[in-house]
């Protein structure tokens, strides 16, 4: 993310001509697991939202200053967007019924666990831990002060902790 | 080394967004942006406010009817009176003097000025008055009513005033905080010697434009 980051800086000058289609080879990968993670699982999600921010950027490039940070900004909130219209929908039907997390190949318990996670707590975990964002640049993405970034992520570790433990393991 | 929870966190670098998107995101948007969808929210709110202001504005316009105190349109006037009129008998405007005040108060050019002021002879055939309309308020279109009593005392007419060398549709137009003497005639054909005139004047919030 840092590095991607470098590559488009924040203030691009008026005129400037952005590669979107590099932009997406360096940002996606990133931005789609980011949107994966804070939707809990939900693949179908995190696949509409990135495609769509993509979209959107392509449609008006030449307005956007800061292509990454946009498209971080507009994925989360067509996911967010998603999980509100989703749980409406399911409390309507109000049959219990989940949606499909999809394959959850060797997350069998993170995304149990992140689904346990408030969407604030999911968004500072995964735009901190998984995006390698700083404090204050989450908070800038999430639209909220740096105080209640860290409220958040002091929250949702703790979740997590309780949910997937805190002992040390091997990382190798 | 890492706590539990975050090896579980960092699992999530494994996984591989599905080959399609960039080619999906090349096909365009799929859903109303937020602009499109604030525009779509907003419009029944705009609707709604313009509905609601024109039943307020139908209802305040029927109130002014019908209401206690309310006048007729016609009438015109609305607001309280700032403008007074005085007026006497006159002698008609020679030809050149009647276009040089059409032309500085209406703006005429010099033909559309000799219209209005029609031939000498045409001139004599009506009531000629001298006045002074002065505004004390706000610039505004005077909307006046004039009475001329004979020798007697008699009121030998009623007039509505429209100013008509002032410009047209409108008619004069008092500026705020000053009075405008000049010379015009009565409406309509003369009538028997007029010795004075008594004349109220108020705004004519509706001006003919």
Known sequence: MADVRGKYPDRAPPGRVVDYEQVFRDAAPGLWRTIYAFTAGQRGVAD??????????????EQIRDPVAWLYRTA??????????DRRERREQASGHQQSAGPTVGLGSLVPALKQLSPAQRAAIVLHYEADLPVRDVARQMGTSIAAVKVHLFRGRHRLRELLGAEEVDDA | MPERWQHELRKLKALEPPSGLWHQATQGPRRPGRERARARRTWPAIV?????????A???????????????P?????????????????MPLTMSGCVAQAEHYGRYTANGAARICA????????????????????????????????????AVGHWQLFFQFGGAPT???????????????????????????TATCSVNSHPAV
Request: hydrophobic share 45%; proline share 7%; charged share 20%.
């Open chain 1, 76 to 85: 989360f909130r067509l996911a967010a967007e998603d999980i509100r219209a």
């Open chain 2, 119 to 154: 031939p000498d002879r045409q001139r004599n055939r009506w009531n000629w008055y001298h006045a002074v309309l002065t505004n004390k308020g706000p610039g505004a279109y005077p909307a006046c009513q004039a009475t001329g009593f004979d020798a007697h005392g008699t």
């Open chain 2, 171 to 197: 008619g004069l137009y008092a500026k705020r905080n000053s009075s405008a003497s000049f010379s015009w005639y009565l409406p309509g054909p003369k009538r028997r010697a007029i010795v004075r005139y």
């Open chain 1, 48 to 61: 509409d939202a990135v495609a769509e921010a993509f979209a959107r950027a392509l449609e008006r490039a």
């Open chain 2, 48 to 56: 709604a406010a313009l509905a609601i202001t024109a039943v307020a």
């Open chain 2, 58 to 72: 139908a209802a305040f316009g029927l109130v002014n009817f019908f209401g206690p105190g309310g006048t007729h």
């Open chain 2, 74 to 90: 016609a009438a015109a006037p609305r607001r309280p009176a700032q403008i007074t009129l005085q007026m006497r008998p006159a």
